[in-house]
């Protein structure tokens, strides 16, 4: 149940006394426990209270990592006896139950920074045994270390990751990368120098980490070198399908007048690599000029579905889509709300929008709470356990999100978890001066799945880890019989 909010109590405080008008004064608290619906909360790990972006999950041998980027900030790091930089969190997630930080990986910026200025917030793993030719006996991490370099590290024993190499540096920002284990290629958000875009597209061959190949820059028409007019905005995160579906999907510009770019792989890989009009042209399948109020954050592929609805016409019987996710950014509904959109690109040269979903304002009134209510991300797992059955959205003060997504005409919510706020969830303000007020509210920033099933939140309100379960209606959907280490945990 939420607390009444704050603004509604303080109109009282004089009547009622100075010492208790100082109490009412700070921030207000609008979730004291979770709220649930076909989800369970299985394990948990506060992050040490540092502002978390992207969870990626790695099954080394017999057991199971979550790496954790982190954005801008300062935190003491109890293994060390340290305050550091916040970076990157390394936890043994085997027993999900009982998640064990392992290790932190320091990253780029100064105290007391916030943000995207500094941290580390993107990271990508890869077994040594999946790429082409590096040492098959380790396991490698690519990670943004803050706005200025992407970085390789040997995580081959997770509780003493070791620096291999930097892949490039000097650069004036980075972002949401994408990495192919089983080709190598990789896709780093970047700012070189020159461009008239501070998040561009670097593409590299990282087959063998020790040994980092530059392949070639890439933008958008306008963004390059020495072009005019108006520079569509910065690319946030890439995701391909590698060789065999032979697609990266683009989007740019995450909380207004977003572009979705469908590009050829092997033409983005192989054709003329200087940055002119006609070369930046050559590998685009379709580009989407989005209105004002949407954004593109993620972009999900959601190939070969199969529709029952249709499944006695003659034609189109199986259909892609792709779904797009916008991230909203200012607090208590101060612009506009981003949601998941998803596409039909079943004629990849004209996509076709199908549906909208977002949480109803309403169901919690989620504009007062605190924070932000809207959409950020979908997880990007591929797993058979979930794909084209559930997806995840994580919906910042609306926790995560379950959709039923097996008709993308009529994508259904099946389940939804909201963590409580602990001593460790940070404020969140709008206004300034005699005008500001603070809240304390969940944020919800990314969520991602493991070939378990788990599904892991991260919150950017340094509120910590949640490792969470489908149950009910939404389990039912998910097909479990693709998960063959599953664990013990997750049967029940």
């Not at 969870?55 to 550091?84: C, S």
């Not at 008709?407 to 300034?432: A, L, S």
Request: glycine content about 10%; overall charge neutral; aromatic content about 8%.
């Amino acid at each position: 149940m939420r607390w009444k909010n704050y603004a509604a109590t303080i109109s009282g405080c004089v009547a009622l006394g100075g010492a208790l008008c100082g109490l009412l004064a700070a921030p207000a608290i609008t979730q004291r426990k979770a709220e649930k619906l076909n989800m369970e909360l299985v394990g948990y790990n506060d992050l040490q209270a540092r502002s978390a972006y992207q969870p990626v999950i790695q099954k080394q041998g017999d057991r199971w990592f979550a790496y954790i980027g982190h954005h801008g900030g300062v935190q003491p790091n109890p293994l060390t006896g340290k305050d550091e930089l916040n970076g990157t969190s390394i936890v043994d997630v085997t027993d999900p139950k009982r998640p064990k930080y392992i290790a932190h990986i320091p990253g780029e910026g100064k105290t007391g920074g916030g943000g995207d200025a500094g941290g580390a917030s993107m990271v990508r793993v890869c077994s040594g045994s999946d790429l082409p030719h590096a040492d098959k006996s380790k396991f490698y991490m690519l990670r943004s270390y803050g706005n200025s370099a992407h970085e390789m590290w040997d995580v081959t024993d997770p509780a003493r990751p070791a620096r291999l190499n930097v892949i490039v540096d000097g650069l004036r920002d980075t972002h949401k990368n994408w990495w192919e284990c089983d080709t190598g290629i990789a896709y780093l958000v970047s700012g070189v120098t020159g461009w008239r875009t501070p998040r561009m597209l670097q593409i590299y061959d990282l087959s063998d980490p020790a040994k980092p190949v530059f392949i070639r820059n890439f933008g958008l028409q306008g963004q390059q070198p020495g072009a005019r007019g108006q520079t569509p905005g910065g690319l946030h995160g890439p995701i391909s399908t590698g060789p065999k579906g032979n697609r990266v999907y683009l989007p740019y510009d995450n909380a207004r007048d977003g572009i979705l770019q469908i590009v050829d792989r092997e033409k983005l890989l192989n054709g003329p690599k200087e940055p002119t009009e006609e070369n930046l042209r050559y590998p685009q399948i379709a580009r989407v000029d989005l209105p004002v109020d949407i954004g593109a954050h993620t972009a999900f592929p959601m190939l070969q579905m199969q529709l029952p609805e249709f499944a006695k016409q003659r034609d189109g019987k199986v259909k892609d889509f792709l779904a797009l996710v916008g991230e909203t950014t200012p607090n208590e509904c101060n612009e506009y709300r981003q949601m998941v959109r998803f596409f039909d690109i079943t004629t990849e040269s004209k996509p076709v929008g199908a549906s909208t979903w977002t949480v109803p304002e309403a169901s919690g009134n989620f504009c007062g709470a605190g924070g932000r209510f809207g959409t950020h991300s979908s997880n990007e797992s591929f797993t058979p356990i979930y794909y084209k059955r559930l997806l995840f959205i994580a919906h910042f003060n609306a926790g995560v999100r379950v959709l039923d997504v097996r008709d993308p005409f009529h994508p259904k919510e099946v389940g939804y978890y909201i963590p409580p706020i602990t001593d460790k969830t940070d404020k969140r303000c709008v206004g300034q001066g005699a005008e500001q007020h603070c809240k304390v509210a969940i944020q919800t920033n990314n969520v991602e799945v493991d070939d378990r099933g788990f599904i892991y939140a991260a919150d950017r309100a340094n509120t910590g880890l949640h490792i969470l379960e489908v149950t009910g209606a939404a389990r039912q959907i998910a097909d479990f019989s693709q998960a063959p280490s599953l664990s013990a945990a997750a049967r029940h």
